[in-house]
């Protein structure tokens, strides 16, 4: 018997095969615009909408990364009891300076660097005790402070890298009052800094993430989680930037056995070519990508540096270090932050048109 001699079953047929086609439509415009790379692999950000609600994984985060945060208070705690209500170690929302992220169980913090000492602050940690700020050290290159208190058995931050994250990603900032605030990345790659300024130092971060909203200033220092609970980030002003916390890595090891920060440093100055979005300069150079070192009155190549020791000079192209080629996601100073100081490299450069490898030495 033959299906389509029957119009009934024709017209089936064909409602069955439209349906399949449309279908198929729609599932390739989810897949576009709900389905996002997180992590090397692909996620549900449509689970964000409807599946599970920032609500729900901030009902599910708070009570997981609550303990990691730490708050700094400027003034010495209301200790007192009238009418029989106790109010011992409290403190006035007014006198918050600031937040920091546990990094070790014996009292090791960090925060973002305000430009003040942390002279008289007191850190309050979850449990609401109280401790002096025993001691702090600054990280230059990073504009981070670590902060020693005396304590016992804090909760440990666990770190995730900000460069997995893609624009629109759920985040959440850890307010005054134990609580997440929703946010997402706006643009999780590169900030300038100096917004009119395209030269960058070499021993300095360059690279931060920018948050969708804006927060205000005594909440410098919040930490900032992904939707797995971990830390991938610092607030650090009272606008909508952060600092990202896989910086932190590679000194951690150095600095909990020495107490001091030690980064290695290369002493120049350069021009991120992934972000000149100029055809031009692109053509002349023959490249998008690489770190063009710059030469001129405000920037000159640091004379002893460690590049200027090993040849390097104005007009060269950083294309890659030992194996890894920079780009808009891996920039110059970044990568050389994750090496120590003495630490040989072979850079691949392009001078004048030509390739070549040059052997630097950290300083």
Do not use: C
Request: no cysteine; net charge neutral; aromatic share 10%.
């Amino acid at each position: 018997m033959n299906i389509f001699k029957d119009k009934n079953n024709l017209l089936a047929v064909l409602s069955i095969v439209f349906l399949a086609i449309l279908a198929g439509a729609i599932g390739g415009i989810f897949i576009q615009n709900f389905f996002t790379s997180e992590s090397g692999g692909l996620t549900y950000s449509l689970s964000r909408v409807i599946w599970r609600s920032p609500a729900e994984d901030l009902n599910r985060l708070r009570p997981q990364v609550a303990p990691m945060v730490v708050k700094l208070y400027r003034h010495i705690p209301i200790i007192s009891e009238s009418a029989g209500i106790n109010i011992k170690n409290s403190y006035f929302s007014d006198d918050l300076a600031g937040e920091a992220l546990t990094i070790t169980a014996d009292g090791w913090l960090v925060t973002a660097d305000p430009g003040t000492d942390f002279t008289g602050l007191r850190a309050v940690a979850y449990d609401r005790k109280s401790y002096k700020v025993e001691k702090y050290v600054r990280d230059n290159f990073s504009k981070l402070v670590f902060l020693k208190i005396n304590a016992e058995n804090l909760l440990p931050s666990r770190f995730g890298k900000s460069a997995d994250l893609s624009g629109g990603d759920y985040l959440f900032l850890a307010d005054d009052e134990d609580n997440l605030i929703p946010t997402s990345a706006a643009n999780p790659y590169f900030y300038s800094e100096t917004k009119n300024d395209l030269v960058r130092s070499s021993d300095r971060l360059n690279r931060f993430v920018v948050l969708k909203d804006n927060f205000r200033k005594n909440l410098m220092g919040a930490p900032i989680f992904n939707i797995r609970g971990e830390a991938v980030a610092i607030f650090a002003d009272n606008n909508n930037l952060a600092i990202p916390l896989e910086v932190v890595n590679p000194i951690l090891s150095s600095f909990l056995k020495n107490g001091a920060v030690v980064r290695p440093a290369l002493g120049a100055y350069y021009v991120n070519l992934s972000l000149l979005r100029n055809q031009d300069v692109w053509q002349k150079l023959k490249t998008t990508n690489g770190a063009y070192l710059w030469r001129s009155g405000d920037y000159p190549f640091a004379a002893k540096s460690a590049g200027f020791s090993a040849g390097l000079r104005e007009g060269d192209i950083i294309v890659k270090i030992e194996s890894e080629a920079l780009n808009a996601r891996r920039d110059l100073a970044e990568i050389i932050s994750e090496y120590e100081a003495g630490t040989k490299l072979n850079f691949g450069i392009i001078r004048d048109g030509k390739e070549m490898t040059v052997a630097v030495t950290l300083k």
